[in-house]
Structures are given as C-alpha cells and as structure tokens.
C-alpha cells in the first residue's frame, strides 16, 4: 500500500527539540522529493520545509529557518525533521507530504500526521 | 515570497455552481494547485497545473486561469464537497506557497 506514516510528536517544552519521522512505503522513495507541511489548530495549511530526493537541496520557510533541519535517508526510506527551540507558534499538526514528481511542486500523497504540542 | 489569497468562506445550495478563487501577483508565472480538506482529514489533491484533474476526482471539479487569478469550480455540488479548499503554488526559489483557504459551506 501506498503511505506516509508520520511519528514523533508529543508535548514538549518550549525551547525543547523534538524529531519527526515519516516512513514511506509502496513507491520508490529515492525517486521523489519530499516535504513537511503543518497546520495550528483550526488554521490553514502552512508549509516547513521540503527536500530534493538525493538531499542535495533543501528549504525553508521563514518561520523555522534557522531552527529546524529537514533530512532523509534514502535506504531507511525516511523522511525526518528536527525541531530545534520550539515555540508556542510551532504548535500543529505536521504532515509529511511527497511531490507528484522530479521538478513539480505540488504533493499527491499526504500522511495523516502527527501532532506537536508546544507548552509549559 | 509572496501571498495566495482566497476568501474565507463559500455558501452554496446543492446543484449549485461553487467557484473558489485564488490570487497573487506571481501566479501568471507558476502553475497552481488546489486542494480538499474535510475534517479530520489530510489533504486530498483535486486539481494540478491550474486545470488538471488527478484520477479519481469527480469531473464536477475543474480549474481555470485567468491573468493573476486561478479558480476552482465545482459544478453540481454535492453535500459531500463540504470542506476546506486550500490552493497552492511555489516561487522560483522552490518556496511552496498555501493560500489562507476556503471554507465550502453547502447549504
């Protein structure tokens, strides 16, 4: 089956740090570029962060650059994300997503995700 | 980077015509993407490249460009298409970009 398994979240404190992991599975992960994107609650969607399908580029939305690190590892078939200095504003559900294809910019296949609580 | 903007909410009656816009200065430029969300849910893809439809999406879903304004119309709407829509487009820089999205109310 075709599927993104988010993992990782929980409460943490603010300035704590928390790693996201998401494990695919059913496509060839090493083919496809792929992305963290999250949405507070009740809000909109909010895109983290994205990585090439050989991390040979990666990006950051302004929010959390600077603080947190996208990474992968082809042979695990993984997607990660360390969270660094967490903040109250960080506080979402995050949702691995994968890219349609080489050079597109838009994802077919989501995870269901995992929530981040940022608090004291 | 730069904004996507949509309006905050569509109401529309069953058989009804709903359009949801999305604009930006940017979008003439780059293609752009829409999205469904019911609650609780992920995200679903329901139009690519401005007027694409995925396999699997009812044809009652389209899109359309015109100048900085991207549209996605949903012709007959069904109680079903109650949802959030959410459209999206990336920068030159690989920046991916959401609009604030949309929320589908069928009356």
């Known amino acids: 089956e075709v599927q993104l398994v988010e993992s990782g979240g929980g409460l943490v404190q603010p300035g704590r740090s928390l790693r996201l992991s998401c494990a695919a599975s059913?496509?060839?992960?090493?083919?496809?570029?792929m992305h963290w994107v999250r949405q507070a609650p009740g809000k909109g969607l909010e895109w983290v962060s994205g990585?090439?399908?050989?991390?040979?580029?990666?990006g950051y939305a302004d929010s959390v650059k600077g603080r947190f690190t996208i990474s992968r590892d082809n042979a695990k078939n993984s997607l990660y994300l360390q969270m660094n200095s967490l903040r109250a504003e960080d506080t979402a559900l995050y949702y691995c997503?994968?890219?349609?294809?080489?050079?597109?910019?838009?994802?077919?296949?989501w995870g269901r995700g995992t929530l981040v609580t940022v608090s004291s | 980077s730069y904004e996507l903007t949509q309006p905050p909410s569509v109401s529309v009656s069953p058989g009804q015509t709903a359009r949801i816009t999305c604009s930006a200065d940017?979008?003439?430029?780059?293609?752009a993407y829409w999205y469904q969300q019911k609650p609780g849910q992920a995200p679903v893809l329901v139009i690519y490249?401005?007027?694409e439809r995925p396999s699997g999406i009812p044809e009652r879903f389209s899109g359309s460009s015109s100048g900085t304004t991207v549209t996605l119309t949903i012709s007959g709407v069904q109680a079903e298409d109650e949802a959030d829509y959410y459209c999206?487009?990336?920068?030159?820089?690989?920046?991916?970009?959401f609009g604030g999205g949309t929320k589908l109310t069928v009356l």
């Open positions: 997503a994968k890219v349609a294809g080489d050079g597109y910019w838009y994802f077919d296949l």
């Open positions: 059913g496509f060839t992960f090493d083919d496809y570029a």
């Open positions: 990585i090439s399908w050989n991390s040979g580029s990666t």
């Open positions: 940017a979008l003439p430029k780059q293609y």
């Open positions: 490249k401005d007027s």
């Open positions: 999206q487009s990336a920068d030159s820089s690989g920046t991916v970009v």
